[in-house]
């Protein structure tokens, strides 16, 4: 009888710092892996500590209580299969990015990361030692070499380990999200099986941290790139892959298949679990947000319905005399599809009254975008009254294209402790909205259906902090903006080639001038979930202060 080994792999979703609650989920993908005859059972890069952890690593009694969670975990390893979990390790030599080997009720074996990340959202060598490259060990008939996370980006490591000795190569791994990722991976991935000629397991973890997630869809790979297993993104899986070695060596079986959704379901599902998980790791179970009738409160209330279910979340009208009949009708209608609480709470009196305190201040000045902020700003005072009076998080509500030119007020609408939509452009809210009037799935924990009314969709966006205001009396159309912000953020073009690629000089200098001028508040900004490869903060990282102008 051929020889056969199989591994459980636990696409699991840790919080950082909570050592016992990841030992626990740790043990119990043990357990499964126990009960199905499973030789090894792994789990994602740093799964013990949480990821990213930053500078929390930093701290020599985080990491003592992370290593004595180790030592604890593996003596509980015992008449089972070994166990592989990532943690950090200190000794004498440096401060390294581990993966450990538990069995027999011990430490067996740990690698330490070589290839430290440092660039997008990682910033490892401040935090981390670079450590030698591991050779592979052994568990039951397999040798297994172990390259973890960003060591498999890079062919010295994964050749190194083939050369001495490794049967096949499993990556543990803490990669995040962004829009399109998993080409990025199985690209990488594919070139290091047919380098080495060896099987390649990729396992990710799941779940939300602060402005990150990580989606998981972990893969199973043969020499020659031939994909025999491929795990759902943003679920957590506990399953089972099993080699055989023949003639040609160990290969992979066939596994699970999960469909992979596409780029817009990958998106939502991102900013839905971001959403959930940065709250109830947070403690928090409800949300409040004002909701204006327009599209982006819209959004960010559905999201908050399928992430904590209607029930949790608190919707907020504050109008004033500028607030169309139409918006107060759109925000009931919307609640009442949702199933959300909706109160009102009008602001013309606390207007007034900071208008009365400041008159003699303003006498004999025309009205201007002051007023038009202190309206703003008093709905920030009156939703972040009810956060903390009911304990509820307040969500904010402003999408990329407003947090990239300042189309928003500091201390006002952008009050709040998180926002899901921070790193979608206005063009993407729009088709957002239709893709999920139209698709409903089992992870929602809102009502399917045309949720958000269609008139919220196709009227003309407005602020409604003056009479008859419209957003393209400020700013381009949206069409036009998030085009030249692609190129500007997105692609680092310059002024000369957004030009030549169609767009108006005047336009392009004005949107790169208010691009540069509104870091500010964007560096005062609630976090939100990471969509793409240059998310404000995380990925692009400009001095507030900045007098260089593109003059193209």
């Known amino acids: 009888m051929a020889d056969r080994f199989r591994l459980t792999l636990a696409q699991l979703n840790p919080t950082v710092g909570a050592l016992a609650a990841n030992c626990d989920k740790a043990f119990s993908a043990w357990q499964t892996g126990r009960e199905a005859g499973a030789d090894m059972v792994a789990l994602p890069e740093m799964f013990l500590t949480g990821y990213q952890t930053q500078d929390l690593v930093l701290k020599p009694a985080f990491v003592a209580d992370a290593m004595a969670a180790v030592d604890a975990l593996a003596a509980k390893i015992t008449d089972g299969p070994a166990l592989g979990i990532g943690a950090p390790y200190w000794d004498d030599s440096g401060h390294y990015n581990a993966y450990y080997i538990l069995q027999d009720g011990k430490v067996v074996a740990r690698m330490l990361k070589h290839e430290l990340p440092h ?6 060598h401040r935090i981390f030692d670079v450590g030698p490259i591991s050779g592979p ?3 039951g008939p397999l040798r297994i070499g172990t390259p973890i996370c960003e060591d498999a980006w890079h062919e010295d490591v994964a050749e190194t380990l083939a050369e001495t000795g490794a049967e096949i190569l499993f990556v543990p791994n803490g990669s995040p999200y962004f829009r399109g990722k998993l080409e990025t991976r199985l690209n990488k991935m594919i070139a290091r099986v047919v380098e080495t000629g060896l099987p390649l397991v990729y396992l990710n973890a799941v779940g939300g941290q602060d402005d990150q997630v990580f989606d998981g869809a972990s893969f199973v790979l043969n020499p020659h790139g031939q994909m025999v297993a491929q795990f759902a993104p943003f679920e957590e899986i506990v399953d089972h892959i099993d080699f055989e070695r023949g003639p040609e060596g160990w290969r992979a079986l066939e596994g699970r298949f999960d469909p992979q959704p596409d780029a817009w379901e990958q998106d939502y599902r991102a900013m839905v679990m971001a959403t959930h998980d940065y709250l109830t790791k947070s403690g928090f179970g409800k949300v409040v947000l004002g909701l204006s009738g327009g599209i982006d409160s819209a959004i960010v209330a559905t999201i908050a319905a399928d992430a904590l279910g209607a029930d949790n979340v608190h919707c907020v009208m504050l109008p004033s005399e500028y607030t169309s009949q139409g918006s107060l009708d759109d925000a009931t209608q919307l609640a009442q599809r949702l199933g959300t609480r909706l109160d009102t709470v009008h602001i013309e009196g606390a207007r007034d009254a900071v208008g009365s305190a400041l008159g003699h201040l303003f006498a004999g000045l025309a009205p ?3 007023e038009e902020n202190i309206q703003s700003r008093l709905r920030g005072v009156m939703l972040m009254a009810m956060s903390n009076k009911f304990g509820s998080m307040l969500l904010t509500t402003g999408n990329k294209s407003e947090m990239a030119v300042g189309y928003c007020t500091i201390y006002g609408d952008m009050n709040g402790g998180y926002n899901p939509i921070k790193d979608l452009y206005k063009t993407r809210v ?8 139209a698709n409903h799935r089992p992870w929602m924990k809102g009502p399917a259906g ?3 009314p269609v008139q919220i969709i196709d009227k003309p966006p407005s602020a409604e902090l003056r009479e008859d205001q419209r957003d393209d ?4 159309p949206y069409p036009v903006l998030d085009d030249i912000l692609e190129r500007l953020v997105e692609g680092d073009q310059s002024v000369a080639q957004i030009i ?3 767009h108006e000089r005047d336009i392009v200098h004005r949107v790169e001038h208010l691009l540069y001028i509104s870091e500010w508040k964007r560096y005062q900004s609630a976090p939100g979930v990471r969509l793409t490869r240059r998310a404000f903060w995380l990925d692009r990282r400009y001095p507030m202060v900045n ?3 593109d003059r193209a």
């Open 500 to 502: 030549a690629a169609g």
């Open 430 to 437: 729009f088709e957002t909205c239709r893709w999920r009037n």
């Open 119 to 124: 660039v997008d959202v990682f910033d490892e």
């Open 547 to 549: 007098r260089w102008r």
């Open 450 to 452: 045309e949720v958000i």
């Open 473 to 476: 009396d400020s700013l381009p």
């Open 137 to 139: 060990y052994r568990v």
């Open 368 to 370: 201007d975008v002051t």
